[in-house]
C-alpha cells in the first residue's frame, strides 16, 4: 500500500474548489433578473440615497452640468467610476443622449441589477472591474480618450494608497483637458474646528427636521432586504463569495486634502469644488491641455 500522497490530497481540494467556483461563476452569468424587479429595487436604492443626500438631484445636474460644458461634443465618451446600478449614468446619458458612459463596479449585486434594468440602453455599458486593482482601465477597450471621469458617493471607501493610484491612472488615460468630476462627502480638516462643527450642526439640524421619524429605509435596511430576496440569491451569492463590503465609512479619502494632494501628485493643472452643500460636494480637476504642436 503506498503512503498517504499529501500532494495529491491538496490538488483534489483545490480541484474541488476550482469546480465550486466555476459552478458558482456559472451561475452569476447566467442569472437573468426581470427589468421590472431590477427597477423596482433600484428606485428603493434611489429613494434610500436620496433620504441621506436630499440634494443628490441638484448635485447629480451640476455634474452633467461640467460634462456638457467642457465636452465639445455632442457624443462624449464617459467613465463613471463606482457606478453602481448605474443611477448616475442612465441620468447623464438621459441629458446627452448621443454620449457614451461606460459604468465602471466591482459589486455584482449592483451590476447585475444596473444590466438587468437598463439592457438596450444606447449608450451605456457596465464594466466588471476592481479599481483597487492597478491596469483596471485597459479592461474598458477603449476606442478614444474619455473626455471625463465622474463619480458619486463611491470613490472615499477606497484607502489613500489606492485613490491615489486611480487618480495617476485617469490623468493616463483621460484626453487633454478632461475633467474627473467626484461627487462626495468631503471633510475639511479641523484645523478651524469651530467652523467645523457649526457647518456640521447646521447640517444636523436640518435633517432632523426634515426626517424628526428617520429614514424610511436605510443604506443597511436595503443591503439586508435585497439578500433575503430569492430573485438576487445568485448575485448575491457572488457579492459574498468576492467578500464585497457595503460598510466601507471612515476611510481616510474621506477628506478632502487627502484627494486633492492625490489629484495633484497625478498631474492634474486646476483642483477645486465646483458646487458644495456642507461637506457634500462636487470636486473637480482638469488634465492639462496638451502643449502647441504635441498631440496625445
Known amino acids: 500500500m503506498w503512503p498517504p500522497d499529501s500532494n495529491r490530497g491538496s490538488a483534489e481540494v483545490l480541484h474541488r474548489q ?6 458558482r461563476l456559472r451561475q452569476y452569468a447566467q442569472t437573468m433578473i426581470s ?8 428606485d428603493r436604492w434611489d429613494a434610500q440615497q436620496q433620504g441621506y443626500l436630499p440634494d443628490r438631484e441638484d448635485r447629480f445636474a451640476a455634474l452633467i452640468d461640467a460634462v456638457e460644458e467642457v465636452a ?9 467610476l463606482g457606478s453602481g446600478p448605474g443611477s448616475l449614468a442612465v ?10 458612459v461606460i459604468a465602471v463596479d466591482a459589486d455584482p449585486l449592483t451590476l447585475g441589477l444596473g444590466r438587468a434594468a437598463w439592457q438596450g440602453m444606447p449608450g451605456l455599458r457596465f464594466v466588471d472591474a476592481d479599481l483597487r486593482t492597478a491596469g483596471w482601465s485597459a479592461g474598458l477597450d477603449l476606442d478614444r480618450q474619455p473626455d471625463a471621469a465622474v463619480s458619486t458617493t463611491a470613490l472615499h471607501w477606497l484607502p489613500a494608497p489606492a485613490l491615489a493610484a486611480l487618480y495617476a491612472e485617469l490623468a493616463a488615460v483621460l484626453r487633454p483637458g478632461g475633467l474627473v468630476l467626484n461627487g462626495d462627502h468631503m471633510r475639511d480638516d479641523d484645523t478651524e474646528p469651530t467652523l467645523v462643527r457649526l457647518g456640521r450642526a447646521l447640517i444636523e439640524r436640518e435633517e432632523q427636521r426634515r426626517l424628526p421619524d428617520g429614514l424610511a429605509e436605510t443604506w443597511t ?16 451569492a457572488e457579492r459574498e463569495a468576492r467578500r464585497v463590503d457595503s460598510e466601507h465609512h471612515g476611510s481616510p479619502a474621506g477628506l478632502l486634502r487627502v484627494h486633492v494632494a492625490a489629484l495633484r501628485s497625478a498631474g492634474f493643472a486646476e483642483v477645486g469644488t465646483l458646487w ?21
Not at 35 to 42: K, V
Not at 92 to 100: D, F, G
Not at 221 to 236: G, Y
Not at 282 to 293: E, F, N, Q
Open 276 to 296: 458644495q452643500r456642507g461637506e457634500n460636494r462636487l470636486l473637480c480637476a482638469v488634465r492639462p491641455a496638451a502643449a502647441a504642436g504635441h498631440t496625445t
Open 18 to 23: 476550482s469546480a465550486k467556483t466555476g459552478r
Open 221 to 236: 435596511d436595503w443591503w439586508a432586504s435585497a439578500a433575503a430576496d430569492p430573485a438576487l440569491a445568485a448575485l448575491v
Open 91 to 100: 441620468r447623464l446619458l438621459r441629458r446627452m443622449p448621443a454620449a457614451t
Open 72 to 80: 465639445g461634443r455632442p457624443d462624449p465618451l464617459v467613465l463613471d
Open 35 to 42: 427589468s421590472d424587479i431590477a427597477r423596482a429595487w433600484i
